[in-house]
């Protein structure tokens, strides 16, 4: 007998393709457009499966799953929405949703996880929560937030990787509110911000007179952030030694204050962040292996920029209101070309740059308006022509030096250099129909150089 999938959607388009997508696939759909149709029916009759929109004339889908789980728990519920609308993601995952899925969906993707859902037994939970502060639809921002839902009922380590500027510190909060810890402290650090000498104290603490200057007794951030969340960001800047000692605290839940002789309780869930390449510095021992195998129980990559490009307008939307708000300004609104032309950058200081964009737009253009002709020179189009840069395939090139020189400190050449031949490598083995020997030949490499080529493009990714 086909499996029973009830579909709730106060869009007869949606229940139309839904409809006929679940029969093609052997499915057995019933079809509602209320919630009270739908608990009429379920007094009756029990489904395999529900697909329900979160927003619904009457009792919504929240309200809806609620009611359905009390009598049959172990139900799979997957909840479609056409808005991004993430604070409805909290409470429907921490509600037992199976799955959270944005409108519009890829059906192969759905019927991936009908089928999932179908030979699972839910209960547990698993969810998807908002990154507070931040907007986006994507595919994977969506994988993001669905990563951290399933970690929002834990005080599991998590290890946040990702390039300066895509909001390391924004997915840490998320983690945080959404968690057991959520009404306790928040405390962050930026570990290479510190001096070497410094952090110390500022991660344990010192008693008075533990060292010149230390005329008081001073909280370390572990007992500030006690019963809440330690955010320790850019841990791969750690030096060595006080690596030792934070494996220490975490290993033994205690520690010393600098000076100190009374050890103090270690109470706080840790979080760390960072934009290097740990397994890399573990491998030339700039970083303890049992440090970074104790700190990534979970490993979470937030995306850069170039890979949420469909998120530029609504995120361009949104930072250009919260500048207005924050400048005290009149709110001001993007013309579609510039959103197009902005979805064509390759954004080297991410969600970062592009905000800071937003606030220099709110603060310097004259109109409500703002266009392609109100960006700075170094972004406008007209300043990478032909003539400056040398020919039409360099422009965006230049572009790119331009940008990451004006948003980001870290060194330009060999990022670039092996960003281009990764780009070269890949280009020219998807033109060769995946065949790397003919590929290297046409490059004039070889294929072992073909092949490390392939490789830098493979880490960059990850």
Request: proline fraction near 7%; hydrophobic fraction near 40%.
């Amino acid at each position: 007998m086909a499996d029973q999938v009830w579909v709730i959607d106060d869009d007869p388009g949606i229940r139309y393709v839904l409809e006929e997508y679940l029969r093609s696939e052997g499915l057995s759909p019933r079809i509602f457009s209320t919630g009270e149709e739908l608990s009429q029916a379920f007094r009756h009759h029990e489904p395999d499966l529900v697909l329900a929109d979160i927003r619904l004339d009457g009792k919504d889908g929240l309200e809806l799953m609620q009611e359905l789980r009390k009598s049959r728990p172990e139900l799979p519920v997957i909840i479609m929405t056409a808005y991004s609308d993430l604070d409805y993601a909290v409470r429907a995952f921490q509600g037992g949703a199976f799955e959270f899925v944005a409108k519009p969906f890829d059906l192969n993707e759905l019927g991936r996880l009908i089928g999932k859902a179908l030979k699972s037994q839910p209960g547990t939970g698993d969810g998807d929560v908002p990154l507070d502060g931040m907007v986006g639809s994507c595919p994977a921002f969506q994988d993001m937030i669905r990563v951290i839902g399933r970690l929002s009922g834990s005080d599991i380590p998590v290890l946040i990787t990702g390039e300066t500027g895509t909001g390391k510190e924004l997915v840490a909060r998320a983690l945080h509110n959404h968690s057991p810890r959520a009404k306790g402290p928040f405390v962050a650090i930026n570990t290479a911000a510190i001096p070497e000498d410094l952090l110390e104290s500022e991660l344990f603490g010192h008693e008075r007179g533990a060292f010149t200057g230390a005329a008081d007794k001073r909280l370390g951030r572990f007992e500030q952030a006690s019963g809440g969340t330690l955010f320790l960001d850019e841990i791969g800047d750690m030096p060595l030694s006080l690596q030792s000692r934070l494996l220490r605290v975490l290993a033994e839940g205690e520690y010393y204050r600098l000076g100190g002789h009374d050890l103090v309780e270690s109470d706080v869930r840790i979080i760390t962040a960072t934009h290097r390449d740990l397994p890399s510095l573990v491998a030339q021992g700039q970083f303890r292996a049992d440090l970074y195998h104790r700190l990534k129980v979970i490993t979470l990559r937030v995306p850069p920029l170039r890979e949420r490009l469909e998120d530029i307008p609504a995120l361009t939307r949104h930072f250009l209101r919260e500048a207005g708000q924050e400048f005290r300004l009149p709110p001001k609104v993007p013309d579609p070309t510039l959103l197009d032309y902005l979805k064509t950058l390759s954004w080297p200081g991410n969600v970062r740059e592009l905000r800071h964009l937003c606030q220099s737009l709110v603060a310097l253009a004259p109109a409500p308006v703002i266009g392609i002709d109100d960006l700075p020179p170094e972004l406008h189009p007209s300043q990478n022509g032909p003539a400056e840069s040398g020919g039409d395939w360099t422009t965006p090139m230049c572009a790119e030096l331009r940008s990451r020189l004006r948003f980001s400190d870290e060194p330009v050449y060999e990022a670039l250099k092996t960003r281009f031949e990764s780009e070269v490598a890949r280009t020219t083995v998807s033109a060769c129909a995946g065949n790397q020997s003919e590929a290297a030949r046409r490059l004039g490499i070889s294929r072992n150089t073909l092949a490390r080529m392939l490789r830098e493009q493979e880490t960059a990714a990850q």
